[in-house]
């Protein structure tokens, strides 16, 4: 047993816990992290990162089975090798896993090893760890271990968990996950994912690419409904193209497991029902917060809908107890956490600090195509009332685009039409996820128009579309006839 004192304990080890670790020991504070299964958390373990690893793998067999037409002659199609491609996410995740913890020993960061539970505002006991039956790489050498452990400021990061609805309960064999979609024992033929959130639409993407049969059923209208609907409009088109069936306003209302398959009964908007087949589900119907039995409730800590209610620096009603990350709401990304993570330290420490602005979070989905946005989409914008000006600039019309042979896709921008500030921006592509942070950027300068219409993009690339988007908002775009010019 140990027993030790702290400024800051982080509660969690992933991308926000492990961020607010480092910069909280950056800034002089004695800090701690509580980790159970894995530096880096889901995100680099068994998310973010090992999920981008599967999918460049389904890009790389893309390439190939499209080499010819880039008058590259191969031998015969391209092979699928199973278990290398699964062997490489995992080693691209250990990596990160340990770099992780290089990171919080190079900071002075000590890792307590365990699950942790709040004892009083000042206090945690932390018990050994649950196991979880995945593969996880143990604590590092320098862990602490089962003790009493007490700090002036408790930072809560223990993120989220797959949601399970009745009748979708994983059993790691016939109903998935996430966690069991990333290490399949051998490649269904088919598979029907209930969910069209980025996670559904990932995993999608990655089967089909390696040639399965995709199902998708999405309880809402469209799929990736957090998207701008035109953008999502594309994407579906997109991904029906490439063979994925998809059934919106409609949703999964039983399933039978058979000895290698499942039946699920589908109920569509108009109470049709259909009946669907496929040896595998993978339910990606969202994500809750990781709240139960950390002593919340006994300290009368806030929640509201299974998530703990923390102000714009991180601070919940209870003096000395601190919520980011997943478990603090949404928007459910790493980056968000991270920075959440950074003012909620920052904030600990007295440095003069503002809230995170979620409007200027970026939100990226992975698939073929890419998909990615940030601030208001066109709908919502209206919604407030707002006039607005629409700027759209589509890849078929720009050089690097048709060089790279990938000639689908559209950069959406929308103005205040009174100020003229970006107050959205919405791209579906080739490498899109890399190019939202020139307007995530430009948002948080407050840009306007004219400040990316002077901007001078570099020829030929893609982000030459982002300035021709802005030019098209205001009836001056250069490289697409006038008809193309858009406003609304």
Not at 91 to 116: H, M, P, R, S, Y
Not at 221 to 241: G, N, Q, T, V, Y
Not at 354 to 364: E, Q, Y
Not at 454 to 475: C, D, I, K, N, Q
Request: proline share 5%; charged share 20%.
């Amino acid at each position: 047993m140990s027993s030790s004192n702290y400024d800051v304990i982080v509660i969690g080890a992933g991308p926000g816990g492990y961020v607010a670790a480092i910069r909280a020991a950056q800034l002089g504070l004695r800090t701690a992290v509580v980790e159970q299964a894995h530096l880096g958390g889901i995100c680099l373990n068994w998310g973010c990162i090992p999920t981008k690893a599967l999918l460049r793998s389904a890009e790389v067999l893309h390439e190939v089975s499209a080499a010819a037409h880039f008058g590259v002659v191969t031998p015969g199609a391209p092979t699928l090798d199973l278990k290398a491609m699964l062997a490489r996410s995992r080693a691209v995740a250990q990596e990160l896993n340990a770099g992780v913890g290089f990171l919080l020993k190079k900071n002075g960061v000590d890792v307590i090893w365990g699950t942790a539970k709040l004892r009083g505002n000042a206090a945690i006991e932390v018990e050994p760890p649950a196991q979880t039956g995945r593969q996880n790489p143990g604590p590092p050498k320098e862990a602490h271990g089962p003790g009493r452990y007490t700090a002036a400021h408790i930072i809560v990061a223990t993120g989220a968990r797959p949601r399970t609805l009745p009748g979708l309960e994983p059993d790691g064999k016939s109903i998935w996950t996430y966690f069991e979609a990333m290490l399949p024992p051998s490649l269904p033929h088919s598979l029907l994912i209930a969910g069209s959130g980025a996670i559904g639409i990932e995993f999608a993407s990655f089967y089909r690419a390696l040639g399965c049969e995709v199902t998708v059923v999405e309880l809402l209208p469209e799929i990736l409904p957090a998207e701008d609907a035109e953008i999502a409009a594309l994407a579906r088109k997109s991904f029906e193209k490439d063979g994925i069936r998809i059934f919106s306003g409609a949703k999964v209302v039983e399933v039978k497991r058979g000895e290698d398959d499942i039946t699920a009964a589908v109920e569509h908007g108009d109470g049709r029902r259909q009946s669907i087949t496929a040896e595998r589900l993978i339910s990606a119907v969202g994500v809750v917060g990781n709240v139960e039995g950390l002593g919340l409730e006994a300290l009368g800590v806030k929640l509201d809908k299974g998530l703990i209610v923390a102000d714009g620096v991180g601070r919940t009603n209870v003096a000395g107890i601190y919520a980011i990350g997943d478990v603090a709401g949404g928007p459910m990304l790493a980056h968000k956490a991270e920075h959440e993570g950074v003012i909620c330290v920052e904030s600990i420490k007295g440095l003069d600090v503002h809230a995170l602005d979620k409007l200027r979070i970026p939100a990226c989905t992975y698939s073929r195509p890419q998909i990615a946005s940030v601030g208001l989409t066109e709908a919502r914008a209206k919604a407030q009332g707002r006039q607005v000006r629409v700027g759209r600039f589509p890849f078929r019309a720009n050089g690097k685009a048709l060089a790279l042979g990938e000639r689908d896709g559209l950069v959406k921008t929308i103005f205040d039409a009174g100020t003229g500030e970006l107050i959205g921006a919405h791209m579906i592509g080739a490498e899109v996820t890399e190019l939202i942070q020139g307007f995530v950027i430009a948002m948080q300068l407050e840009a306007t128009e004219e400040d990316l219409i002077r901007t001078v993009f570099p020829h030929p690339t893609l982000s030459e579309m982002m300035g021709e988007s802005a030019l098209a908002a205001y009836g001056r775009a250069l490289h697409i006839p006038p008809a193309g010019r858009a406003s609304g």
